[in-house]
């Protein structure tokens, strides 16, 4: 699978207007936190009742303290399965997959003739893009993506640059 590109922040209010409700609330999230989609999904209803909580990251089992603006989190609880707070489609013990939000973004992208290779993932980029333009602040971005190399995070923090960069070279 390619790597996915970041997108500007008018590409990604386009794609999230025509996802799905639930799908569109995941990336939400996933811009807000920086969280990878995976670790969004897994988020339990429970863990919605305080402003603030701990998620442990599936792909490095690192944890993380999480704390959600009020406004996102009344509509996540809105949104809230039992178990999970975006429950799969064929049982509510169990998550929605990255893949089904993988392929409504793809939807979304292919409605809107968007070249880009833009996934769930893109969302995660954006954050760092933005995170890192507010104090140009490496380290801090490091520790909010909780990545172990600051090399991985440059990558993330210049994902725009870089961006621009591939699109001239073509």
């Not at 699978?1 to 922040?9: E, I, Q």
């Not at 442990?56 to 707070?85: C, D, F, M, S």
Request: with cysteine; proline share 2%.
């Amino acid at each position: 699978m390619a790597c996915s590109d970041w997108v500007s922040g008018d590409v990604m209010s386009h794609i999230l207007a025509a996802l799905t409700d639930a799908n569109r609330l995941a990336i939400i999230t996933s811009l807000v936190t920086g969280l990878r989609i995976s670790d969004v999904l897994w988020l339990r209803s429970l863990d919605l009742r305080k402003d603030r909580f701990i998620v442990i990251e599936q792909k490095t089992l690192k944890k993380r303290n999480i704390r959600l603006p009020v406004k996102l989190r009344q509509e996540l609880l809105a949104q809230a399965g039992k178990v999970y707070v975006f429950e799969n489609r064929l049982s509510p013990l169990k998550p929605r997959t990255r893949q089904a939000v993988y392929k409504d973004i793809k939807r979304a992208a292919t409605a809107f003739r968007i070249k880009l290779n833009v996934s769930p993932h893109s969302a995660r980029k954006i954050y760092a893009v933005s995170e890192y333009r507010k104090d140009m602040n490496l380290q801090r971005v490091q520790k909010l993506l909780n990545h172990s190399r600051e090399a991985v995070t440059l990558i993330y923090c210049l994902a725009d640059e870089l961006s621009a960069r591939r699109k001239k070279i073509k």
